[in-house]
Each structure stands twice: as structure tokens, then as C-alpha cells.
T-cell receptor, first 112, second 113 residues
Framework: ETGVTQSPTHLIKTRGQQVTLRCSSQ?????VSWYQQALGQGPQFIFQ???????GRGNFPPRFSGLQFPNYSSELNVNALELDDSALYLC???????????FGPGTRLTVL | AQTVTQSQPEMSVQEAETVTLSCTYD???????LFWYKQPPSRQMILVIR??????QNATENRFSVNFQKAAKSFSLKISDSQLGDTAMYFC??????????FGTGTSLTVIP
């Protein structure tokens, strides 16, 4: 069974740029959730995708957007990057059969 | 909105001893799930234990057990026979019926040899 994978591991961008982060869900999982984890904080829910549709969203502005593909992998896009967007971005997958989310290793984004 | 509170930012325990991490939450829902996740320095979040709110019996997973008090909205994690590999950040998490996770701010646990 393949776990959740994320790419890239690290990323450095400058303010105003755009970034795309990628996530491959665990085998058999059809739901992907994205979280932002600032240094020293708990993860904050960004949004969730189920069957290629957004299925819930946290308190994040529209410049945070996402996609889910037919193979259930997902992308998180952030436009007009701000310094406060610097964080660890976590992806988690789950299925409709289980409420437990399984997390990937995260992408560390630094905005300069 | 749901909130999860972990009032112990840092804790330490001697190897082989027992430690309890606290968590309280606030919700108006009756059906939900609670979790403890562990995040080692390598940063991958790992599920430790889960509890369904409709189950009165406390969940147990090897050395890890919970004390779930639904009326008090309390969900503490007990780690028995602490091992060096238990050193990590521990997050309490709440899952609502809308399938949204809410995490606490975490407790940094250090197991001392």
C-alpha cells in the first residue's frame, strides 16, 4: 500500500509569485484535504476535495485554490504569495469508508 | 465553530514512566470523532489513536490509551512505558460531521533517558 506523497519537499518563492504544490493520495483513498501549518502551530484546514469537487473550505482567501484529478491526486495553488504564507503545507487523504486522515510529509514553503 | 485546546505546550517524562497529555474541545455537535496525532521532528503526521464520540468505551492502542469524557468535552492521551521514540509533537484533533479537522496547538513531549 502506497502512502501519501507530496512534492516538492522544499520551495522558496518571492512575494507576489504563484506556487503549485502536489499531493498523491494513499491507494484506495478518494478524498484529499490540505492544511497549512505555521511554525509552532497546529495544522489549519484549507479545503478538501472529493471526487474532483471542493467539499469544504476553511477560513482562507480565494487566492488559495485547488484541484483534484481523476486518479485522486491533488494540487494546491496559491497566487499572489505573501510573507505570511510561509509554512509547512500538509496533504492528507482518506476514503468514504474511514474517517481517519493519513498525512503526507509536507512541503515547506518559504516566501521571501 | 469547533475549537481544540491543548493547555500544555511542553511536557517531559522519564523513559518507562507514564505521561498524560490533556485536550479539551468545544462543539455543539453530538456525533464526531477525536484523534491524537504524533508529529516527530521528521514532520510526518502519524495517527496515534482515534475515538468515536458515540462510543463510551475508551480507545486503547498498545501503550496508548485515552480518557474520553464527553460531558466535560475532554480527551486526554495516556502514554505508558514511555520510549525515546515517543519524543514528538502531539496534536489533538476533532473531526466534525462536515468532515473538517480542527487541530489543537500541540504539546511537545520529550522522553528523557
Amino acid at each position: 500500500e502506497t502512502g501519501v506523497t507530496q512534492s516538492p519537499t522544499h520551495l522558496i518563492k518571492t512575494r507576489g509569485q504563484q506556487v503549485t504544490l502536489r499531493c498523491s493520495s494513499q491507494s484506495g483513498h478518494n478524498t484529499v484535504s490540505w492544511y497549512q501549518q505555521a511554525l509552532g502551530q497546529g495544522p489549519q484546514f484549507i479545503f478538501q476535495y472529493y471526487r474532483e469537487e471542493e467539499n469544504g473550505r476553511g477560513n482562507f482567501p480565494p487566492r488559495f485554490s485547488g484541484l483534484q484529478f481523476p486518479n485522486y491526486s491533488s494540487e494546491l495553488n496559491v497566487n499572489a504569495l505573501e510573507l505570511d504564507d510561509s509554512a509547512l503545507y500538509l496533504c492528507a487523504s482518506s476514503s468514504t469508508d474511514t474517517d481517519t486522515q493519513y498525512f503526507g510529509p509536507g512541503t515547506r514553503l518559504t516566501v521571501l | 465553530a469547533q475549537t481544540v485546546t491543548q493547555s500544555q505546550p511542553e511536557m517531559s517524562v522519564q523513559e518507562a514512566e507514564t505521561v498524560t497529555l490533556s485536550c479539551t474541545y468545544d462543539t455543539s455537535e453530538n456525533n464526531y470523532y477525536l484523534f491524537w496525532y504524533k508529529q516527530p521532528p521528521s514532520r510526518q503526521m502519524i495517527l496515534v489513536i482515534r475515538q468515536e464520540a458515540y462510543k463510551q468505551q475508551n480507545a486503547t492502542e498498545n501503550r496508548f490509551s485515552v480518557n474520553f469524557q464527553k460531558a466535560a468535552k475532554s480527551f486526554s492521551l495516556k502514554i505508558s512505558d514511555s520510549q525515546l521514540g515517543d519524543t514528538a509533537m502531539y496534536f489533538c484533533a476533532f473531526l466534525n460531521t462536515g468532515n473538517q479537522f480542527y487541530f489543537g496547538t500541540g504539546t511537545s513531549l520529550t522522553v528523557i533517558p
